[in-house]
C-alpha cells in the first residue's frame, strides 16, 4: 500500500504562482507514473498533468505552457508549479501514482486532495 501525502494548495490571486508537492511512501513499491487531476464539484477528475519514470511528461492543453510537472526519484516526490492561474484552474487536485510491488502487480493510489483558489 501506497500512501501519497499532498501539500502546498491555497487562495491566490489571477497571475499568481502556486506550487503542490506530493510524497509518496510506504513498502516495496516502484512508481512507474505520477500525476495531478483536477476535481471541480459534482464533476469527474481531469488529469492535468503526468510524467513517468523516465521523465516523460504530458500536459492538458488547459495547463500546457503554464504548469510544469517534476519529480525527485531519491525523495518519491512530485511536484506542480502552476503559473499564470487563472480562475477557471480551481478546484481540488489530487495527486496520483501509479506504481508496482516487486511481484509485478500493478497498483493505483491516489492523496487526499488539496485545495486551489484562484481569485479575480
Known amino acids: 500500500q501506497v500512501q501519497l501525502m499532498e501539500s502546498g494548495g491555497g487562495l491566490v490571486q489571477a497571475g499568481g504562482s502556486l506550487r503542490l508537492s506530493c510524497a509518496a511512501s510506504g513498502s516495496d513499491f516502484s512508481i512507474n507514473a505520477m500525476g495531478w487531476y483536477r476535481q471541480y464539484p459534482g464533476k469527474q477528475r481531469v488529469l492535468v498533468a503526468v510524467?513517468?519514470?523516465?521523465?516523460?511528461?504530458d500536459y492538458a492543453d488547459s495547463a500546457r505552457g503554464r504548469f510544469t510537472i517534476s519529480r525527485d526519484n531519491a525523495k518519491n516526490t512530485v511536484y506542480l508549479q502552476m503559473n499564470s492561474l487563472r480562475p477557471d484552474d480551481t478546484g481540488v487536485y489530487y495527486c496520483?501514482?501509479?506504481?508496482?510491488?516487486?511481484?509485478?502487480?500493478?497498483?493505483?493510489?491516489w492523496g487526499q486532495g488539496t485545495q486551489v483558489t484562484v481569485s479575480s
Open positions: 496520483n501514482a501509479d506504481v508496482s510491488n516487486s511481484g509485478n502487480v500493478r497498483s493505483s493510489s
Open positions: 510524467i513517468t519514470s523516465g521523465g516523460t511528461t
